[in-house]
């Protein structure tokens, strides 16, 4: 049917939106999901392909749809790019990849897919896990060949699980090299950098353990170091290290590392295609013509608009872990039919919460990943017991919710503390301050002795003293005779003063909630089971569950975003012609 134009009224009106270079306001009747009756809107802007997010899922999808001949939009809710991939360790799970060939290691599929039947525990679904070991290798040599980002090989096995079969010593675990920062252009200030200061260890000496700043292999990790805009902690560090200080953190952000060098890669390859970027920009509502979702409305500059998108629309969103006080990042799909997957979240971590570590958005940064690998530290419960393997933060995560359902009934591992002795504040970086300093440090719990710190701490002191005896005992063997944690990261709890830390927990209710898609990277409708035309999803917004199962290996999330993204974006551009 032959559409009438728009009063003049509302061309007026559109004008007045502006809506970027691609603007092509027109008016079009289209269906309100759960409406009868169509509804008049203004399209305030034409595309043919929408990525919301800017993390590795939504950039991916962006580029390669850009590729495909896709006029493309990213959108980003908040101020600056990046996402939770910006916030990452950055490590990448790609099988059978090139960097792999080159150096002459060999994988396969098979060997792959049986290493991800052992970590997924049976609970993957053969059509994703194969669609993701076939497409990984193809997707990262493509961001290295037309992305340009600059993968390098991480020297270790795949952790935490390499007696599993089909496992491979070294090669699968990829990271990016560093970021040229000024590379960027313009957009340097707005892609966001890691939440703490990296590559302190070159600075320090006899550092070739020292978790919490990188170790032996330089700058790797995601969540170590000083924080930033730490007044009182780069104080510290400036009276350790001088005038040398201002040197290193003007190369941390010059040179930037871990997720924020791969957020930094992939968004410098969506400006290089010119791609139109939209920042402080909320996605609103999904727009459905005759069943197929034609664009989205988007709340921005006071404004909201509809956006058409010819295509398709990419979701790409984080907000997906369900808490008594989440925001869900799903909520867009389900008025169009989307089907929801409701996945039980066992790998938690006990974080260490510093006081006054703040993110850009006001919300507590916590620490553990590296903090509970530390020598000369181990982790217990309330009844002064350790539950599980501390270098393996999976596990003890998934031991949060033991519950005693007969005799106290209460959560035998909520709360959790992480107890260490002077040692470990002579050697490493605590909290991100100095090793060897014990500034700063009011918020932890001290005693003379195990039995006092097992008094203030309200833990039963004989207990305590227990198993700090009994996990020595472990270290002078060189093996962990109850939980087998890393060799490497053991060292007696025995030199005074002793210190203790009440350890921030997962949420035990909490659940991720994510959209279910077919291999294809299609949104799937909850009556028909059958894909919804247009709309699409990838990174953590899908069911991964389907892909990996209920286990962790890290990596899998960044290389499944990049995967989906990159299967969506072709899928679009076959669909449509």
Wanted: proline fraction near 6%; charge should be neutral.
């Amino acid at each position: 049917m032959k559409k009438s134009p728009a009063p003049k009224s509302r061309r007026k009106f559109i004008q007045g939106l502006g809506g970027g270079a691609l603007a092509a306001a027109a008016a079009t009747t289209v269906s309100a999901v759960g409406c009868s009756t169509p509804v008049r809107r203004e399209w305030s802007s034409s595309f043919d392909w929408i990525c919301v997010g800017s993390g590795v899922a939504g950039c991916t999808a962006a580029i390669a749809g850009h590729d495909r001949g896709f006029r493309v939009l990213l959108l980003e809710k908040k101020a600056a790019i990046g996402g939770t991939t910006s916030q990452s360790g950055g490590i990448i799970w790609a099988p059978n990849n090139y960097l792999m060939k080159q150096a002459g290691i060999e994988d396969s599929q098979e060997q792959a897919l049986n290493y991800l039947r052992y970590t997924s525990a049976g609970y993957s679904l053969p059509s994703y896990s194969e669609t993701f070991v076939d497409h990984a290798p193809e997707v990262l040599e493509y961001l290295h060949q037309k992305g340009n980002i600059q993968f390098r090989l991480l020297d270790l096995p795949e952790f935490y699980h390499p007696v599993a079969p089909g496992s491979k010593p070294h090669g699968r675990l990829v990271i990016c090299e560093p970021f040229p920062a000024e590379t960027l252009g313009a957009w340097r200030n707005k892609v966001r950098l890691s939440a703490f200061h990296h590559g302190l260890s070159e600075a320090l000496e006899n550092q070739e353990h020292n978790p919490a700043l990188g170790g032996s292999d330089g700058p790797q990790v995601g969540h170590s170091g000083p924080i930033r805009d730490s007044e009182s902690g780069l104080a510290l560090w400036g009276e350790r290290l001088g005038s040398r200080l201002d040197g290193l953190l003007k190369k941390d952000e010059e040179r930037r590392v871990a997720g924020a060098a791969l957020a930094a890669y992939l968004f410098r390859a969506v400006l290089e295609r010119g791609i139109e970027v939209w920042t402080e920009a909320s996605a609103g509502e999904l727009l459905v013509e005759s069943g197929r979702v034609t664009g989205i409305t988007v709340s921005r500059n006071g404004n909201q608009e509809n956006v058409r998108a010819d295509k398709g629309v990419a979701l790409a969103t984080g907000g997906t872990v369900l808490t008594r006080t989440g925001e869900p990042g799903w909520r867009l799909a389900v008025p169009s039919g989307g089907t929801i997957s409701t996945e039980v979240v066992i790998v938690g971590m006990p974080n260490l919460a510093v006081p006054g570590e703040k993110g850009p958005d006001g919300s507590q940064v916590t620490r553990g990943n590296y903090e509970l690998r530390m020598r000369h530290s181990l982790v217990v419960n309330r009844f002064g017991e350790r539950f599980g393997n501390e270098y393996f933060f999976p596990e003890l995560g998934s031991k949060i919710c033991q519950f005693d359902a007969r005799g106290e009934h209460r959560f035998n591992n909520i709360p959790c503390y992480l107890i260490f002795d002077q040692n470990l504040l002579e050697k490493y970086s605590f909290a991100g301050l100095p090793p060897g300093n014990t500034e700063g440090l009011g918020w932890v719990t001290r005693g003379t002795t195990l039995a006092e710190l097992g008094q203030k701490l309200e833990l039963p002191a004989g207990k305590l003293e227990a198993t700090v005896g009994r996990f020595n005992q472990h270290d002078r063997r060189g093996k962990d005779l109850d939980f087998n944690r890393n060799p490497v990261s053991l060292g007696p709890v025995e030199k005074p003063p002793f210190y203790g830390v009440q350890l921030a927990t997962p949420d035990p209710f909490r659940a991720a909630m994510r959209l279910v898609v077919n291999p294809q990277g299609q949104v799937v409708h909850y009556t028909t089971n059958q894909p919804i035309p247009g709309l699409y999803a990838c990174g953590s917004m899908i069911a991964g569950g389907r892909i990996w199962g209920v286990g962790y290996q890290a990596g899998y999330s960044l290389m499944s975003g990049a995967t989906f993204g990159f299967l969506a974006a072709r899928h679009a551009a076959a669909a449509t012609g």
